[in-house]
Structures are given as structure tokens and as C-alpha cells.
């Protein structure tokens, strides 16, 4: 089964919505990276929020990214989307194995720890723009929130989930934000908090073979609103030799020098498919005359 992506807008523009179904692209990170349970769900919920949030992107040359930075095991968390919804992302450690939570659940704000939210908005030509928050729980979809919050100024309910299955693969992961456009009525906010108060897990509901449409009717209940896009986000690296090559110049003659000498060669690992690429020492030694 294919991923899916839906965004919404309410009739009289008082919010608008996005919701994804990413158990395939979540499974496919697992997969590349080979990450624990707790970090198949931090990594998980990193990857469905930065598909939702290159949803709004405008032009196609803009990324965004969603950089978790802690104190805890997993050490960071990294996902980026581009303005198609196809992510990318990487973790510091994918081996964490910590205790459940009291309540069951995966610890993914003890893998992450104290820490920082950045999002960082490339539009491809000028200066990026980054926001920077603490991390409030840890747990990825209120650090978000909290980012639309005060960051954005667009107060917004995000749920993120992920489910494991006992083997490890994903059963189900997705999520949706809600973001308020300013002047939306007292009422209309509380209306909706009183349907999210009403909500079962976004994984549950997935798991139970819901649709994305079918879980948008509870939280928007008593709202009009349109489907105004779907689309199919996936797990896609845009690294190639090239790029590679970029990288590889921008470290500069002496370390490529250094590189050549050394190590008779390198071989560089893409971070975010783990693809390797080759490099001879001729071959450093050529792009060295191309500084
Ligand atoms: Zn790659």
C-alpha cells in the first residue's frame, strides 16, 4: 500500500489541515538505517511531521528540515522534506534500547533527552530560515506545536505516532496538524480541542485500517471543510556522485591532500541512504585540480 498525504481547509479559512498514512516510508527508514523499536518511532514521527510541513512549501527548489538535538542515547534526529514530500532523515545512534514507559509506550523522549527543536526552511537561494525551540516533552509532536507556537505565531494540534510491530517492521505510523489561521474564533478553537480531547491514537486508528479521510471526520467534526490536495509522500535520497564530489570539494585542498595521502583513497557514506561512493586517490588527487 501506497503512503498518502491529504490537506484540508475548513470553508471559511479558520484552519486548515494536513494528515499522513507513512507506514511505508517509515518502514523503508527502518529498513536503510536498521534502528531500534525507540528510534524507529522517533525517527518515524520526525519523517510523517517534515513531509506535512514540505506539504507547505511553495516552490520546488525549498527543503525543510526537523533537527532534534539532545542530551540522551539517540543523540539526534534529522528529517527533511522536499516540496514534493519525499524525506529523507538520519539518526546519531539507531541502537537504542531503552524500558518501556509506564504506560507501554516507546520512550522516545528518553532516547531524546533535554535538548533543542530547529527547523530550518532552505528556499534554495537567499539565507535559510531557522527557528529554534527547547524541547518541551521530547515526544516530537508537542516540540512541534510548540515551534508553530511561538516560532510561527499559528497555534496548531500535531499528533505523531508510530506503532512497532513485534518483529520490528512498522504496523502503522502517520499523523495531522491542525494550524489556526490568525483571527480564527474562540469558539472554532475550542471545538476542536474538545474533538482532539475525544481522539483515539493516531495509531490506533491507522492500525484499525482507518482512512486518512475517516480519522479527519473525527477531529473536524461539526466543521465544513475541503480536500483541497493528496499527494504520495516517500523515502527518497537525492544523493549521487556528484553531490558527493560537492562535499568532498568544499573540505578543501589540504584535507583532500591529507585524504589522498593518507588513506589511499576514501570511501564516503551518504548519511541518509548509507550508500557508499568510492574515491581513488587519482580521483581526489583530480578534484583537488578543480579547487
Ligand atoms: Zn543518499
Known amino acids: 500500500m501506497k503512503d498518502r498525504l491529504i490537506r484540508m481547509i475548513e470553508k471559511e479559512g479558520h484552519f486548515r489541515a494536513f494528515a499522513i498514512d507513512s507506514h511505508g516510508m517509515v518502514e523503508e527508514a527502518r529498513r536503510i538505517h536498521g534502528t531500534s523499536p525507540v528510534v524507529t518511532a522517533g525517527l518515524g514521527r520526525s519523517l510523517s511531521a517534515a513531509a506535512m510541513m514540505g506539504a507547505e512549501l511553495k516552490t520546488q527548489q525549498e527543503t525543510i528540515s526537523v533537527q532534534l538535538k539532545g542530551d540522551g542515547p539517540v543523540g539526534c534526529i534529522v ?25 507501554g ?16 526552511h532552505d528556499l534554495g537561494m537567499k539565507e ?8 518541551q516533552s521530547g515526544e516530537i509532536a508537542e516540540d512541534i506545536a510548540y515551534y508553530y507556537a511561538t516560532s510561527q505565531q499559528t497555534p496548531s494540534v500535531v499528533a505523531l505516532g508510530v506503532l512497532v510491530d513485534r518483529d520490528y517492521t512498522v504496523k502503522a505510523a502517520g499523523g495531522y496538524i491542525v494550524q489556526l489561521m490568525p ?10 480541542e474538545e474533538n482532539v480531547a475525544h481522539m483515539p491514537a493516531v495509531t490506533q486508528m491507522l492500525a484499525e485500517q482507518h482512512t486518512l479521510e475517516e480519522m479527519m471526520e473525527k477531529i473536524l467534526q461539526g466543521f465544513s471543510y475541503d480536500i483541497t490536495e493528496e499527494r504520495e ?7 549521487g556522485r556528484e553531490r ?48
Open 79 to 103: 528529517a527533511v522534506s522536499d516540496s514534493d514530500s519525499r524525506v529523507r532523515g538520519y539518526v546519531g545512534e539507531p541502537l537504542v534500547d531503552l524500558p518501556l514507559k509506564p504506560n
Open 233 to 239: 509522500p516517500v523515502y527518497h535520497c537525492n544523493c
Open 105 to 120: 509506550k516507546l520512550d522516545v523522549s528518553g532516547s531524546i533527552g533535554q535538548g533543542h527543536l530547529t527547523v530550518v
Open 244 to 291: 558527493i564530489e560537492r562535499v568532498l570539494i568544499s573540505l578543501g585542498k589540504k584535507e583532500l591532500l591529507d585524504m589522498a595521502r593518507e588513506q589511499n583513497g576514501a570511501e564516503i557514506r551518504c548519511h541518509f541512504c548509507n550508500k557508499t561512493y568510492p574515491f581513488s586517490e587519482d580521483e581526489l588527487r583530480e578534484l583537488v585540480r578543480k579547487i
Open 128 to 135: 535559510p530560515y531557522v527557528g529554534r525551540v527547547e524541547l
Open 183 to 192: 483571527d480564527c474564533p474562540e469558539e472554532v478553537v475550542s471545538k476542536l
